[in-house]
């Protein structure tokens, strides 16, 4: 995933929470039709609203995930969350100790705090990193 620019990381990562959730919801007899997405990443936010992207390692992740979504019977939108609020969602991802005062705040706020995992098959990025490295050669 080291091959991936951040916009496509921040992109997957938006994709991993969103499957886990929907299988989650699932799992639980809950039927999801709408998804909205909260992200501090614009070009993440712009593909998944628009559906494509040009940036390499994007285009492919963001077609995968809307078969998926369209699969699946749910629409989906995103919006952007300024990065300055975003300190919850940035402790989670950065683990240690920005985790456990992600978790404080949350528990603070009175959120209801439920740990789903994210199945390791999902975190085979190869596709994108592929095409990503294709897509980079092209412009080279």
Known sequence: ?????????????????????????????FLVTHLLEFTDNE?????????????????ELVRQRNDELLRLGVTAASTRVSSVD?????????G?????????????????????????SWRNLAAVVEVSRLALEGVQ
């Not at 995933?1 to 007899?29: K, P, Q, V, W």
């Not at 070009?43 to 285009?59: C, I, N």
């Not at 240690?96 to 789903?116: S, T, V």
């Open 1 to 29: 995933m080291r091959d991936l620019h951040i916009n496509a990381l921040e992109l997957a990562t938006m994709t991993f929470a969103a499957f886990t959730f929907l299988a989650y919801a699932a799992s639980i007899g």
């Open 43 to 59: 070009a993440a936010e712009f593909a998944t609203d628009r559906g494509k992207s040009r940036a390499p390692g994007m285009h």
């Open 86 to 94: 975003n300190d919850v969602a940035d402790g989670l991802s950065r």
């Open 96 to 120: 240690g100790e920005r985790l456990q005062d992600a978790l404080r705040i949350a528990r603070e706020a009175n959120l209801p705090l439920l740990r789903l995992h994210l199945p390791p």
